[in-house]
């Protein structure tokens, strides 16, 4: 048991290497791919993230394993991050009070029928604000740890 995880570990060591260090693509390309995977991943549009990754990937000419990779962040042990912290920006644009509330039966579907379209907003600026974050983060790594490609 003990070799299979560390034959998964190196596997996935073995992959990223090939998809990030030793890719043909320029930096510029991964790192858009990352930020649009990002964008795609965080933006609520349930059931669609994948689908609209593969469309930007093919649309915009960039690593589509690397966007798609990256476009599946929003699964459940983050989800739950990506909507607290989409519901407290939501509700600072919208000039609304983000009470933090605790796990209770004050939240119910009425709460969240009520906060849903600050949830909405928030998300789409958390997205716009991590996309291009992680984009300049993932460029300026592959800047100095890889070789520049055309």
Do not use: C
């Amino acid at each position: 048991m003990k070799a299979l995880y560390k034959y998964k570990i190196v596997d996935i060591k073995k992959v990223l290497k090939n998809l990030f260090f030793k890719s043909n693509e320029s930096n510029m390309r991964i790192a858009v791919s990352v930020a649009i995977g990002i964008f795609t991943s965080i933006i609520p549009i349930w059931g669609f993230q994948t689908l609209l990754a593969i469309l930007l990937a093919f649309t915009l000419r960039l690593n589509k394993i690397i966007t798609i990779t990256v476009s599946n962040i929003s699964q459940p042990p983050v989800t739950p991050f990506i909507i607290f912290v989409s519901y407290l920006l939501g509700g600072l644009f919208l000039n609304n009070d983000p009470v933090v509330h605790h796990y209770s039966s004050q939240i119910d579907f009425g709460f969240i029928s009520r906060h849903f379209y600050q949830y909405i907003i928030g998300s789409v600026i958390l997205a716009a604000i991590l996309a291009p974050l992680l984009g300049i983060i993932t460029f300026i790594f592959l800047n100095k740890f890889r070789l520049n490609r055309q």
